[in-house]
């Protein structure tokens, strides 16, 4: 069975850190693009980072750009979003989701329209004092 699993989130204090784990069965994640995105209440769930397969570099959303960094861990079919200096507006439910199609062209591969998007059921991130 192929499963998709976010794992790590929590309550934080604005200006702490959080670790988000995105863990793959049935399948190697190293072989595919894999996006995180973000759904905060009442908003629409927007693309937060986007990263290529097989160690492909990784792009981000304005907003978070020098605070997360995504890195994979291919022995544990793993890959991570790190978030550091976090912000009440990064409260939001986070969400992992690979491409399931070998060759998305890049600038399709992590859009929320894209029908072959394969989602995990995502994890609360609370930033708040």
């Known amino acids: 069975q192929v499963q998709l699993v976010e794992s790590g989130g929590g309550l934080v204090q604005p200006g702490g850190s959080l670790r988000l784990s995105c863990t793959a069965s049935?399948?190697?994640?190293?072989?595919?693009?894999i996006g995180w995105f973000r759904q905060a209440p009442g908003k629409e769930r927007e693309e937060v980072a986007c990263t290529s397969k097989n160690g492909g570099s990784t792009n981000y959303t304005d907003s978070v750009k020098g605070r997360f960094t995504v890195f994979r861990d291919n022995a544990k079919n793993t890959v991570t979003l790190q978030m550091n200096s976090l912000k009440a507006e990064d409260t939001a439910v986070y969400y992992c989701a690979v491409d399931l199609l070998p060759d998305s062209p890049v600038e399709a591969m992590c859009l929320m329209t894209n029908p072959h998007l394969y989602w995990g059921q995502g994890t609360q991130v609370t930033v708040s004092s």
């Open positions: 049935g399948f190697t994640l190293d072989d595919y693009a």
